[in-house]
């Protein structure tokens, strides 16, 4: 760029006399744009046209930086048609210099903006992620701002062996080889040169095995089972993804959350690449608990695991619920002695293990003194009306999953003459029940 310049530069100032005729500007500014090292001295020539000459020469140049007049001693008449202006340190990011003929008023010649900056530093840091048979990305650090352009060659080099095999080239920190230019049985070095337009830099060639650097797609979970007759355990089964690194060693990390507890645990298990799934066992769960299950493998040797695959859900073989439920009635008022509505209601007690999926609860009642004549009535529902006669009743309701009944709980109904002896009075706060006991 600076040669290019300066190419034109003198191209002009031989051939001025020949550009002149259909030129509308009245004079040049050389260098034009520079870009320049910032803090760096700044050199300018502004370069009369012919027709000037003789009444006005340069002189009558005066130079402004940004609209402010830049002070005489910096300026310098090189001839009649050149002059001069040079600015020690300059430290602005952009600037816009112009020259002008200064007679009974000031008249512009030209102008030309001026950008400083950086030469690029040296990039460190180099970092790589490589997926096997898909592409081999590294990104680095590039240090200061520079504030021009800075074109990036990424360099893949065979170890011991200063050629090189293979390069990409961004804007960015960070570029990528795609397959198949990603070989993985050779050992290579990564090397980052930056460049701008006021110069390059190179980091060292730095030796990356591609083995340490291995990334993968999640793996995907196919199921998670409970095994019929065996409590308390699951079997989780996953599909390895296709691109896999070729070695022999795989580790994955299992990660199961008690969805009722909300407590989470990881086991490692090691995998033999050669059959892409994988499975195991998670042991010593609760009975009657849905899990959570999400599973992230890598390559031993490798920093990088891979990322995390879905969720999947699994619930473990049922024990009978080991809480009753919370129990209570209302008997209605009624006018036959015959016939009482008695609204029984519950409430599932949350217990330890947790009770699994309710299926339905089974209500039994009797009067206290005839237990042969006992019924049975099932609900899906937590409430059922019964119609009892006035003598006292036995009730009791079990909840019923998959595995079995939970102990009974049971309430006794007065018959109608003890009934005014106590009453009861139920109300819930918040959904939590409030019972008041008034004895009569
Ligand atoms: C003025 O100086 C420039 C640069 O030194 C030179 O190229 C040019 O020929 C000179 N012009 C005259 C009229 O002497
Ligand atoms: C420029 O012009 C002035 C008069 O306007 C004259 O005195 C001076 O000598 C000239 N300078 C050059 C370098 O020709
Ligand atoms: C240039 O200017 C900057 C800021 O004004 C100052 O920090 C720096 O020391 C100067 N450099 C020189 C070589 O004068
Ligand atoms: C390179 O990484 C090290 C450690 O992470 C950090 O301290 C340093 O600043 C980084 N270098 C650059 C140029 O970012
Ligand atoms: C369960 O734990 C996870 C983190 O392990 C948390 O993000 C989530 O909010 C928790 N959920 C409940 C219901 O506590
Ligand atoms: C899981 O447990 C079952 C039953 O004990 C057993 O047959 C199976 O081989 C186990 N699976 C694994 C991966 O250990
Ligand atoms: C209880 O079960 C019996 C027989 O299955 C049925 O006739 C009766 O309507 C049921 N009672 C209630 C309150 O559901």
């Not at 799934?277 to 390559?299: F, H, K, M, P, R």
């Amino acid at each position: 760029m600076e040669m290019f310049n300066s190419l034109i530069w003198m191209f002009v100032l031989l051939c001025s006399s020949v550009a002149d005729e259909n030129s509308i500007t009245d004079a040049d500014i050389f260098p034009s744009s520079p870009k320049i090292e910032r803090g760096s001295p700044l050199k300018l020539f502004c370069v009369l046209r012919k027709s000037y000459l003789p009444q006005r020469n340069a002189s009558h140049i005066i130079w402004k930086l940004n609209d402010e007049l830049i002070a005489s001693e910096n300026c310098n008449i090189v001839n009649e048609t050149v002059s001069s202006v040079t600015i020690r340190n300059f430290t602005y990011n952009t600037a816009y210099v112009k020259c002008l003929m200064n007679l009974d008023k000031e008249q512009l010649l030209a102008h030309t903006e001026v950008k400083s900056g950086f030469r690029p530093d040296r990039p460190e840091n180099i970092s790589c992620i490589y997926f096997y048979k898909d592409n081999l990305t590294c990104t680095w650090n590039a240090g200061r701002e520079t504030s021009f352009t800075t074109n990036y060659t990424l360099y893949r080099k065979l170890m011991n062996s200063p050629n090189t095999v293979s390069s990409c080239q961004n804007t960015t920190e960070s570029c990528s080889f795609f397959y198949p230019n990603t070989p993985y049985d050779r050992d290579f070095c990564f090397q980052v040169e930056a460049k701008n337009v006021l110069g390059s830099s190179s980091s060292d060639c730095i030796h990356i095995p591609l083995i340490k650097i291995e990334k993968f797609a999640p793996p995907e979970i196919l199921s998670v089972k409970k095994i019929p007759g065996i409590k308390q355990l699951l079997t989780v089964t996953w599909k390895m993804p296709e691109k896999i690194f070729p070695s022999k060693h795989l580790i994955c990390q299992v990660q199961y959350r008690n969805l009722y507890s909300n407590f989470t645990k990881f086991v490692n298990v090691s995998l033999n690449l050669e059959n892409k799934t994988g499975s195991c066992n998670l042991t010593g769960l609760w009975d009657s608990t849905d899990y959570s299950v999400a599973i992230q493998c890598v390559n031993n040797g490798s920093a990088f695991w891979s990322g995390w695959s879905g969720e999947k859900k699994g619930s473990t073989e049922e024990k009978a619920p080991s809480g009753k439920v919370d129990l209570w009635r209302v008997i209605e008022p009624s006018h036959s002695s015959q016939n009482r509505s008695v609204h029984l209601m519950w409430k599932p007690l949350k217990s330890f293990p947790p009770s699994g999926r309710i299926l339905g609860y089974k209500i039994q009642y009797f009067p206290e003194k005839k237990t042969a004549l006992k019924r049975t009535n099932n609900s899906t529902e937590k409430k059922i009306t019964l119609l009892l006669n006035e003598e006292a009743h036995i009730v009791s309701v079990t909840a019923c999953n998959s595995a079995g009944e939970s102990p009974e709980a049971i309430l006794r109904i007065p018959s109608t003459d003890e009934k005014s002896k106590i009453s009861q009075c139920h109300i819930f706060l918040n959904n939590e029940k409030v019972v008041f006991i008034t004895s009569v």
